[in-house]
Structures are given as C-alpha cells and as structure tokens.
C-alpha cells in the first residue's frame, strides 16, 4: 500500500517551515490518521527514551515523561525495532502507566521506531480511545512518517545531539558466530550511514521514475565495472573463472525487476526516488528478519547492497569508501559486491550483525582472508563510527570499545600469532608427521573452485571433501551438465593430480535452493541429501554424468552423503556405474564411498564395508543425530562433545570394523567434519587411530605444527587409559588437554 500523497504533500508543507515541527507534526499525524493522540519519543544517551512532543498526551509531560530502552510498549518497540499494533495496549504486558501523560482513556496504540541507518532514534505513537487495530495502510503512513521523523530528529538536534540513538560509551561484547577466524583490531567504520536524502517528497512521479531507470542502468554497469576489477586472485587470475560462482548470483539479482518495480510503486506514491530507494530497502529489512532460511536471508543482503548502490547511482556518483587502513567494517548484513569495494578501500576484518558463514559475503570474506564475525546483533546500534573494536573470530565475538588492558592482550595475541604463522609457514611443504614419524594424511573441505588454490597455500595433499552443492547455492540454481562438468574438470585441473573427493549435492536442511523447500518440521531429518537424489534420479545422474565428463580418463573418487541404508549406497552407486558404462573416456579408477552421517550405518558395518571403497566420517551430523541436538542451534553449540565416550566409542569401533574389513585388507576411514581442524579434537583421532583428516583450510597448518611435536606411541595407551578411567563423564576434553599442555604440544 502506498502512502497517500495527500499525508505526504502536508508534511511537506510541516517541514518546510523548518525548526523542529515537531509538535506541529504530531498535530498533523493525529489528524490525518484519525487518532486522538500522536506521541515522538526521542532518544537520549543512556538507552532512555523521552517524549519530545505530543498531540494528545498532557502537555506537561513532554521533557518529563521517559522511559528506558524494553520498558514500556514504547520501550519495547525502540528495543525490538518492531511496529507494535495493539487494539488493547492497557493490557498488554508490557504496559507502563505514566500517571503525567493523562493516558488511562485510550484504549489502542500503534508504534513505530524511527530508524535510520540501523539504528534506533525514537518511536512514534499514536492511540484511540476505542479498542481498535489499525489496518495496513494505517501502519503504512505512520511508518512514511516515522521515515521522515528519523530524518527531523538526526538533522534538528531533537535527540540532544544523540545522534548516536540508542547507545553507550561503555565496552561491550558482542557474541555471535565464527565466519572466517582470526583476530582483527582497529577503528570501526559503520556501513549504512553514507546516505542522507535531501528530497523526501518529490512533485513529479514521472521525472522521479526517469531518474530512477537512469542510475539502475548506471549502477549496472557500474557492478560489472566492480567485478571485472576486483582484486587479483579473487576474480583475475586462474582463480577468477570460479569466484564467478558467487558474483553470478549477484548480477542475477541486479538483473532482477521484481524490486525496482516495488520502488517505481512507491515513487508513484509521491515519495522522491532516494526515499522510494531507502523505502523498500527498509521493507526488505523486516522482511528478512522473519526468515530463517539462512541462504534466503543472504539473498536478500544482495538485494540490500543493490539497494545502497542504486542510492549512490542516484546521487550522481558512487566514490569509494575511504577508511583508515586496517579499520574494521561493521554492517547489518553485507553483499559481496559492497565487500569487494571495501577490501579495495583497505579494512583489515569484519562484523556483519546478519550473516551465515555459508553466505556470500562469508565465501568472499574467507577467499580475502578477512578475519570476519557474524551475528553480532545490536552491534551497529551501540558502536559509533571510529570506536576502537576487536574481531575475536576465535570465539565469534566482538569487542566494542574493549578495555586498555583487553585490546592490548588482544594485541598480543595477534603479534603472537603472526609470530606463529611465520613458523606455521615453514610446515606447509613438509609432510604432515608425528614427531614418532607417523604420517597422517590431511585434506581440505572446500566448497567452491576458488578455494581449490589454497591446496597450495597450506600444503594440503588433496581435497577429502568438495562440497558440490555449494557452488550451485552460490549461484542460486542446478548448474546444467556442461556448466557442472567444466566446474569439476577446473577442480581436477587446479589440484594437479592430488586427490579430490567429490561429494555429490548435499541439498536440503539448511541448503536450500529458491523454490525447492517442502515444508517440513525437521527438514535436517526430512527430504535431503541422498534422499532426494534417490527419488529425483535424474537430478544425480546429470551430476554423476558431469562428474565422470570432467574426469575425462583421469581418476575420479565420489563420495554419496546422508547414507542411512546399505541399500541406499547400492542405489546411489548403480547409478554411477550406469553413468560409466556411457562416459568416454572411462576414468582410469573409479572410487566410490560413503559419508557415515547417519548413526543406523553402524549397525550394517560388515554389510557395508564389503561395498565401499572408503568411509569419511561427516561429523557435524553424526553428531547432530548421536545427541540428537540440531547443529545450527545455538544453545547447543557446544553442549555435546566430539571428546566424550559415545563419540570415541563409535569411532573405534567403526576404525577396528574398517581395519578387518575385506579380508584384512581394510577400508580407508576418513573425518571430514569441522571437528578435525581444532587442534585437540584433530590430536584424539589421531590418538584413535585416524590416519587421514579433512579440515578447512585453516586448521590444515596448526593441525601439522601440533603432529610435529605429537609423540603418538605414547599418547596412544594415555587415550585409552583417560578413556578407560573416566566413566560417566560428559566430556574427556579436560583431561586430554590437561595431558597436552604438561607436554608444552599448541593445542
Ligand atoms: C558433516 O556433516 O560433517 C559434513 C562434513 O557435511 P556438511 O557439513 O556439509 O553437512
Ligand atoms: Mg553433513
């Protein structure tokens, strides 16, 4: 619904007459959507709130009445940012009686926040006697209005000069999740606050949409400009084929009418095309705070980068960032085109309040090798711009304005570990080998071609887990046979006969392509993985087809995930031998094996060890489903270890099974989940008899630096004594680290 040009053409009028109308505003407000009250609550340092003006409300009670941050509806809508709709507000819990408002008579209440740039600067309300709910259009305009009011109290100095909004000067500490690890110091820079409109209202909805179609075809060719010049090794190079992956799914979005349609609607509405802009871009906000689809909420980060770029387009020209070197950005959510043009500027990390380590601008962020944090949330609201912040992507946290003594141990910490990633360094070509000269084989998870370069980066021996599926999500849809065969055929190229295990698409659950989700209540236990490429065989044919095309003759090794059944992996692999009956050249070794997942593949070993030519166990499932506790659930994050009896248990059962298997001449058994790159989860399944491990690439060098002092023949009896003499212990993690800390080994 569009707010009336009528509402819009009086506040114009308001506004016009300049120093603060704010009192005429609420005047005008109360009228036009035909309430008895409209209330502006500003905010002031401290995380409080104060009535600035009021149509309605007791007049005396403007500068007196103030209520924190949570407190009160008015409270909770500054807290929560949400439009609060309440036909019976008395009685909603939240309620806080003013007895200086007068306010005991009116029944219902709408209230919006005033924000502007991701922050919080006040709320607007209005009330009505009768209990009534307010209807979209209603909530429309007042959210037109709230739009406007940001605007008013950020120029006027209504908010006491807080442009800050809600915030403090103290340190705080945002928890939130790992994206690419590493530390990161330096001044914050705040993305979202480059734009200010000078024209809200605009008379001509035609020169409005000109102007419009004009800076969406600039910021086109502006992006392909940005992509075609990013930095080296990112899209030049040998890499630059691959990272298209990513930024092909950006320009699908630019190219998208969908939205710019919606912002033509609002333009038609009387709004100036920057404020139509800012509009929808405010609406894909709420949008997305509803989804949890973690790649439909990246998608729509895209779709929010577009949005800025498209304000810059419209301003004549679109400069780039400028930052102290090192600084640290901090954004709501954050689009891989936005990240490349602030790399060029020289940040040195990242926090991102909305963001997936899955997402774009995590791919890109791990591909720049940008210490990067995300679901930082409130963040951008508390910092201001040039607070001094620490990225802790160790522990997923951000620090705001840390104490002296925090930000100089972080310090440290960083000179520290550069200290021992020049160490690290010297390990890369050298074989990963105990210090009793066992050789352990360790292999990288990667997802995309780009990432295949880091074979060479950390010395890896091979790929022990290509995500296949992520190089489709990245794009947004099923690559066809020859796109997906000259993919892998760039995979094979890039690691240069070292092995590559490629696993086919892995789809469902948390991965999930536009369009392609049933509806289900436990969709990490529903239709997935190997389950739909079963059902769909069509779908995993073309994939194996593609796989054994991009071979062409040299050895291919697939690996099928989610198998629950030995039935399901005879299934999976008659499809693969049919596809390789047709392809020629016929790969000179064909190595087909298993993800064990799924806990029900322990009680079949004998069957299915007969079958497979390896096993790699996908421990972030097997987990899930062991202790029956979702992987993405952050309560849970770590309630259940990796390092405790039933885990080990079932690893040295399934290692002594694979030992004996075929007749004694056994089966290979692999780790591929993140658990194999913390350095103590990496030294017990060596300790248990793991000889290959599959990491991300992070972990591939601390993972060899700890081998190298690890002597494993003594370590041995003390992992079997620790886990003889500790029953009925949640986790062995103590007693293990207890024993390689005594030994000085760097877990
Ligand atoms: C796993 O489950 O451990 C695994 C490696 O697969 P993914 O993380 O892709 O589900
Ligand atoms: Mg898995």
New binding site residues.
């Given amino acids: 619904m569009v707010t009336p040009r009528r509402l819009l053409a009086r506040l114009r009028e308001t506004l016009a007459h300049g120093t603060a109308p704010l009192q005429e505003l609420a005047q005008l407000v109360a009228a036009e959507l035909v309430s008895e009250v409209c209330s502006i609550y500003a905010a002031r340092p401290g995380e409080i709130l104060e009535l600035v003006a009021t149509h309605g409300l007791n007049p005396q009670a403007v500068g007196r009445t103030r209520l924190r941050v949570g407190e009160g509806i008015v409270g909770l809508c500054a807290a929560t940012a949400k439009v609060m709709n309440l036909p019976d507000a008395q009685n909603h819990p939240a309620f806080a009686y003013r007895p200086e408002t007068g306010e005991e008579p009116f029944a219902s209440m709408l209230a919006v926040p005033v924000r502007r740039a991701g922050r919080t600067l006040g709320v607007v309300a209005v009330q009505n006697r009768n209990p009534r709910s307010y209807s979209e259009e209603e909530v429309d305009e007042l959210e037109t209005v709230a739009m406007l009011l940001a605007e008013v109290l950020s120029t006027t100095g209504a908010t006491d000069g807080a442009e800050e909004g809600v915030g403090a000067t103290v340190p705080r500490v945002f928890a939130g999740a790992a994206l690419v690890p590493g530390i990161a110091i330096g001044p914050v820079v705040l993305l979202g606050r480059r734009w200010r409109p000078l024209h809200l209202l605009a008379d001509d909805p035609d020169a409005e949409q000109a102007r419009l179609n004009e800076a969406v075809q600039r910021m086109q060719q502006g992006l392909d400009e940005l992509i075609s010049g990013a930095p080296d090794g990112l899209v030049s190079g040998a890499d630059g084929a691959a990272s298209r992956e990513v930024l092909d799914a950006y320009r699908l979005i630019a190219a998208d009418a969908g939205w710019v349609k919606r912002v033509s609607d609002v333009i038609r509405g009387g709004l100036s095309a920057e404020a139509a802009v800012q509009r929808v871009s405010g609406e894909l906000h709420d949008r997305m705070r509803r989804i949890t689809d973690p790649y439909l909420r990246e998608r729509l980060s895209d779709l929010e980068d577009m949005a800025g770029r498209l304000l810059a387009a419209l301003a004549g020209d679109a400069p780039r960032p400028t930052v102290p070197q090192g600084a640290i950005l901090l954004a709501r959510r954050l689009g891989p085109a936005e990240l490349l043009d602030w790399h060029a500027a020289g940040i040195g990390g990242l926090a991102v309040e909305e963001a997936s380590p899955a997402g774009h601008a995590a791919i890109l962020a791990r591909a720049l090798g940008l210490p990067a944090v995300g679901g930082v949330r409130g963040a951008l609201n508390a910092a201001e711009s040039g607070d001094e912040v620490v990225v802790d992507a160790d522990e997923g946290q951000l620090l705001l304005r840390p104490e002296v003594e925090v930000r100089s141990t972080y310090v440290r910490a960083l000179e520290a570990r550069s200290a021992q990633q020049a160490g690290w360094a010297a390990l890369r070509d050298k074989p990963a080998t105990t210090a009793d000269g066992a050789h352990i084989s360790l292999m990288l ?1 990667v997802g995309l071609h780009m990432e295949v370069a880091q074979l060479d980066t950390t010395g890896a021996e091979g790929i022990g ?1 290509y ?1 296949t599926e992520i190089g489709m999500l990245a794009r947004g849809a099923i690559a066809d046979v020859a796109e997906q065969a000259a993919t892998y055929a760039r995979v094979l190229d890039a690691a240069a006969g070292r092995p590559v295990i490629f696993r086919t698409l ?1 789809l469902g659950a948390d991965k999930l392509l536009p369009g392609d989700a049933p509806e289900e209540e436990n969709p990490a236990m529903g239709w997935r993985s190997l389950r739909i490429g079963l059902d769909r065989p069509a779908l995993l044919r073309r994939q194996l087809r593609a796989l054994l095309l991009a071979a062409g003759g040299r050895p291919l090794t697939v690996m099928f ?1 989610m198998v629950a059944t030995v039935a399901e992996f005879r299934a999976a692999r008659a499809l693969l031998l049919a596809e390789a009956r047709r392809v020629r050249p016929a790969p000179e070794q064909l190595s087909i094996g298993t ?1 064990l ?1 799924v806990p029900a593949l322990m009680w079949q070993l004998d069957e299915l060890l007969r079958e497979v030519d390896f096993v790699s166990v ?5 987990l899930q489903f062991l202790f029956a506790a979702d992987r993405g659930a952050p309560a849970l994050y770590s309630r259940y270890d990796l390092l405790s009896q039933p885990v080990l248990n079932l690893l040295d059962e399934l290692l002594t099974a694979a030992r004996g298997a075929k007749g004694g001449a056994g089966v290979p058994v692999s780790l ?2 993140e658990a194999a790159s913390r350095t103590l989860e990496a030294m017990t399944l060596v300790g248990l008899g793991f000889t290959s491990l599959s990491m991300p690439a992070t972990g591939i060098l601390p993972v060899k630096a700890l081998l190298a002092e690890l002597d494993l023949d003594a370590f041995r009896p003390v992992l079997s004594a620790i886990r003889r003499n500790t029953s009925g212990a949640a986790s062995l993690r103590e007693p293990i680290n207890v024993w390689a800390r005594e030994r000085g080994l760097p877990v």
């Fill in positions: 998870n887990l995500r892995d995930p993800m997942e996908g421990s972030n499932d097997l591929c989940g």
